[in-house]
């Protein structure tokens, strides 16, 4: 069974930082690409990170300007969203996805091309 289960989200004062956790089972997260994306209140989601599967390249979204890590833990079977020098407008619903295999890598932070999402978990970083 597919699972993925993201943990890590808290309240942080601005300048703060988090690491989110998304840990996977019923699959290897070396063998399918992870993708982060969040969603703010009023607001639709917004892809945030990707690692792709087996080589780990990484992407970001361009509005992150370096702020935000993505990597993955293969033996942990985790794939992890460092978060830096936050700031309010970070705050929002953060959910971790499996993108389908044979799909294109870019675009990356296409909706449609994950097929298994977890139940996310809740970022506030206040002023």
């Known amino acids: 069974q597919v699972q993925l289960v993201e943990s890590g989200g808290d309240l942080v004062q601005s300048g703060g930082s988090l690491r989110l956790s998304c840990a996977a089972s019923?699959?290897?997260?070396?063998?399918?690409?992870i993708g982060w994306f969040r969603q703010a209140p009023g607001k639709e989601r917004e892809g945030i990170s990707f690692?792709?599967?087996?080589?780990?390249?990484?992407y970001y979204a361009n509005s992150l300007q370096g702020r935000f890590t993505i990597s993955r833990d293969n033996a942990e079977n985790t794939v992890y969203l460092q978060m830096n020098s936050l700031k309010p407008e970070d705050t929002a619903f953060y959910s971790c996805a499996r993108k389908r295999p044979f799909t294109l890598v870019s675009p990356w932070d296409r909706l449609g091309d994950y097929d298994y999402w977890g139940q996310g978990t809740q970022v506030t970083v206040s002023s």
């Open positions: 690692i792709e599967a087996g080589g780990g390249s990484t």
């Open positions: 019923g699959f290897a997260v070396d063998d399918y690409g």
